[in-house]
Each structure stands twice: as C-alpha cells, then as structure tokens.
C-alpha cells in the first residue's frame, strides 16, 4: 500500500455491525466498496464502538461483528489490498474521539438530524455516547487522514461536522488533518423499503420490508412478490407516481446492467408476477456465491483471526502516527523527552 509511487487516494467508509445487512446495504455499500478497491487506498471499518450507542445484546453483537467481517470477505474485499478490520481493536479512535471532542461546539451537536431522530427512538437510552456519535465517527475518517468518505444523505450531515472539526483544528495548529471529501459513486443508489418505497430500506426496520443478504432463496422469492407496488400493471420507471415497481426496476438495473427502457421493453406488458419473478432471480443468482463464500468463511476461524490480527496491526500502525502527530500539536506531556 505504502510503496506505491503515485499515492492514491484514500477512502474510509465504516458499517455498524447491527442487525442483519441488506440489499441496501449491498447495493448502496459492500458492492461499491469491491468496485473501489484497485483505484483507492481503502479503508473500511467494522464500526462497533458506534454500534453501542444503542444497546446490544452482547452475544449478538459478537455474532454480528463476524458476521459483517466474513461479509465483506464473502463479496470478495480483499484483506491485502484494503483494510478490514473492527474499530475497537484500535483504541486510537477512542482516544482522538475524545480530543475531538474538545474541539466540537454543543451547538453543532444540537443541529445533528440523526440525534434527534435516534433520541425519539430509544427515549428511555439518550446517552452521552449517541450525542457525540458524530465527533466519533470525526475521529475514524481523520485517524486515517481520508481524502474521500462514500456517503449516503443520512450521513451527509456527520461528514459535514468532520470536515468542520478537521478545519477548525488545522486553523489552530497548523496543517494536522486532511480534509475529508464527500465522495458521490457512479452506481449504486438508494435501495427503497419493499412496503414503504417512499422510505429507504433499512435492517431497524420489520422483517419483510427488507431483503437480507443471507435470506434464503425461497424467502427472498416471497418477499419480493409480497412487495408492494400499485394497482397499474405496466412496468415502467416513474419513482414519482410508481415509486415500488421503480424501485425493483432499479434494483434489477444496478444488479444486471440493464438499463430502464431495456427493462420496461422487456417487462412492460407482461405483468407484475413475471416481473416480480424476474427481479428475485437475479437477486438470488447474485446473492447465492456471496452466501456460499460467506458460510465457508464465517466457520474458518484460522483465516478470520488472522485477518483481524493482521489487519488491526496494520491499521494501528497508521493510528499510532496520527496520534503522535496530534499529541505533539496539542502540547500533551511526550512520553519520551
Ligand atoms: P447503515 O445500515 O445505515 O449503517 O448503513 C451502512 C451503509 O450502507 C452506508 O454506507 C449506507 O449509505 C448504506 N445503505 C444502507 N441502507 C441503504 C439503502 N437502503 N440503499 C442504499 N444504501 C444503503
Ligand atoms: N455513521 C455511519 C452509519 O451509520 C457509520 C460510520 C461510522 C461511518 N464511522 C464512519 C461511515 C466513518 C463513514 C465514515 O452509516
């Protein structure tokens, strides 16, 4: 990575090892991130300590945390050419969260869309660490001094406040950080919820407004025909007026290349069961040999610790320089004179 002549770009994305990922997931992330791997310096991040924000059961979040790793081994992210590895197995990030934290106004914590919507769903848990979730996820994307952060409109705001944070540092002590880019991908787009379309499709939300990466292929056949469309029978791209029927269309585009007027000529007329068949076939046949990969990986332990070890170590060396970097800025007491 380090010994390339012409210094490509980094980029860091993070996922929450919450839940179960999705086609959403996949298509809006994972899928891109494979596509990223040969023209940046990629660094995707397991992100746990962001997941504890809400609580978790830990046996499941153990189980999850393995879960999204041999994911991201399963769509073929390849271990040498990016890192992988989990968040809290380099304590950097906690350790910058909390000088960035210095650095962060309440008044722009208070503006965080994300919080407010958080705090009304779990009313009885508004702890410090959910407020602050922004200045964490700050700390991640600085720690490895990004050039770009793949982003959806959610997280447009956090990545905003990093930018903020990094900038006003800079302006204090001098050139620290890189200030991190939003980057816009070619392909991908947002993935709707199969009974709301006018909603993203999200793992917090009920079991069949969703498609889960390791759904069966008989369950991901039910739930797209149970998907809900309208009364017309033309398939046509219309995200205004057709918003569900669109929204498979552009699950079937991204997925197959196809574009819209191939689909629409192909399904137009033919109804919405043979389209609704058609869509969960090629979401099975692209789904099917990541499954595959997934459960031999997710049961070879040897290769999924030394994955983690290697990679932890890898990305704590890059930390560590950060750090040191920030220290010295700061005036914090050296630990060598
Ligand atoms: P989340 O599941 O919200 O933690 O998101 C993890 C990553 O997946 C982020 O990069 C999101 O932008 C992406 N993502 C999540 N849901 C969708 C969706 N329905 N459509 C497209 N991308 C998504
Ligand atoms: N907050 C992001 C989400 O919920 C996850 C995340 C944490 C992240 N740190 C990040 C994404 C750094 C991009 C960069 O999706």
Same mark, same amino acid.
């Given at each position: 990575?380090?010994a +390339? ?7 860091f994305?993070?996922?929450? @090892? ?15 991130f ?12 397991i992100v ?18 393995l879960r ?10 390849? @271990? ?18 909390? %000088?960035?934290?210095?650095f ?23 702890n ?14 600085l ?7 793949p982003?959806? *409109?959610d ?9 903020d944070?990094?900038e ?9 950080? %890189?200030?991190?880019?939003p980057?816009?991908?070619? %392909? ?8 709301? @379309? ?5 793992k ?12 069966s292929?008989?369950?991901?056949? !039910? !739930?797209?025909?149970?998907a ?14 057709? @918003? ?6 552009s ?10 007027d ?6 137009g ?6 389209f !609704? ?10 789904l099917?040999? &990541?499954q ?14 030394? %994955?983690?070890?290697?990679? *932890? +170590?890898?990305?704590?060396? &890059? *930390?560590?320089r ?11 007491? *050296?630990?060598?004179l």
């Amino acid at each position: 990575m380090e010994a +390339e002549t012409v210094k490509k770009k980094r980029i860091f994305s993070g996922i929450q @090892p919450t839940g179960t990922l999705t086609l959403g997931n996949y298509i809006g992330a994972l899928r891109n991130f494979k596509l990223l791997e040969d023209e940046y310096d990629c660094v995707y991040s397991i992100v746990d300590l962001h997941a504890i924000t809400v609580r978790q059961n830990p046996t499941e979040l153990r189980k999850a945390c393995l879960r999204v790793m041999s994911l991201y081994l399963a769509v073929g992210l390849s @271990p040498e050419k990016s890192l992988l590895y989990f968040q809290s197995h380099v304590p950097q990030h906690a350790e910058l969260n909390w %000088v960035l934290g210095c650095f962060t106004y309440m008044g722009e914590l208070n503006r965080m869309t994300q919080f407010k919507d958080k705090s009304q769903k779990h009313a009885d848990n508004i702890n410090a660490g959910l407020y602050t979730y922004p200045v964490l996820m700050a700390a991640d994307i600085l720690l490895y001094m990004s050039d770009l952060v793949p982003v959806g *409109a959610d997280q447009k705001q956090h990545l905003e406040i990093s930018r903020d944070i990094a900038e006003r540092f800079n302006k204090i002590y001098g050139d620290t950080f %890189v200030v991190p880019e939003p980057y816009i991908g070619k %392909v991908g787009g947002r993935v709707m919820s199969l009974q709301d @379309p006018t909603r993203k499709m999200s793992k917090s939300d009920p079991e069949d407004t969703y498609v889960a990466m390791l759904d069966s292929a008989d369950v991901i056949r !039910k !739930k797209i025909r149970r998907a809900i469309t309208d009364s017309d029978s033309e398939v046509r791209y219309d995200p205004e007026n057709k @918003p569900g029927v669109s929204n498979l269309m552009s699950i079937m585009a991204t997925i197959t290349g196809k574009t819209m007027d191939e689909i629409a000529l192909e399904y137009g007329s033919k109804g919405y069961g043979v389209f !609704k068949d058609a869509v969960a076939d090629c979401i099975i046949a692209e789904l099917e040999p &990541i499954q595959k990969r997934f459960n031999e990986i997710i049961t070879d332990k040897a290769y999924l610790q030394q %994955v983690m070890t290697v990679s *932890a +170590e890898r990305a704590s060396n &890059i *930390a560590y320089r950060t750090m040191l970097k920030v220290r010295r800025k700061i005036g914090l007491a *050296a630990l060598k004179l």
